[in-house]
């Protein structure tokens, strides 16, 4: 068996990225990957466990590692801005013009 080298990977990934479709599916599934991992960065920068977290929104801890997995497809604005608040932030959504080909999911 043959192993791939990395730099042999990204040029696979860029030729894919050259499809409309497959572009658009690969920047939804970065973005939420981007999404988890602010939420668990959010977490920890407010020095809670999982545990802890889950306490303040009245779920379990297996609630809170789905989410900071990616294990929970299909998070909602309430659950997004119920963990905000748990964490002192906000949720802010921002509607702006896109180019072609530029991102339409940007997580900051």
Request: hydrophobic share 40%; glycine share 4%; no cysteine.
């Amino acid at each position: 068996m043959s192993k791939v080298s990395l730099k042999k990977a990204d040029h696979l990934l860029d030729e894919k990225l050259m499809a409309p479709k497959f572009r658009r599916g690969y920047q939804v599934e970065y973005a939420k990957v981007l999404l988890t991992q602010k939420i668990a960065e959010m977490r920890k920068k407010s020095h809670l466990n999982q545990k802890a977290l889950a306490d303040r929104l009245g779920v379990s801890q297996q609630v809170v590692s789905r989410i900071e997995t990616g294990q929970n497809e299909n998070l909602t604005i309430d659950t997004l801005t119920r963990l905000a608040y748990a964490l002192g932030h906000k949720v802010k959504i921002s509607f702006q013009k896109a180019g072609k080909n530029e991102v339409s999911l940007e997580i900051s």
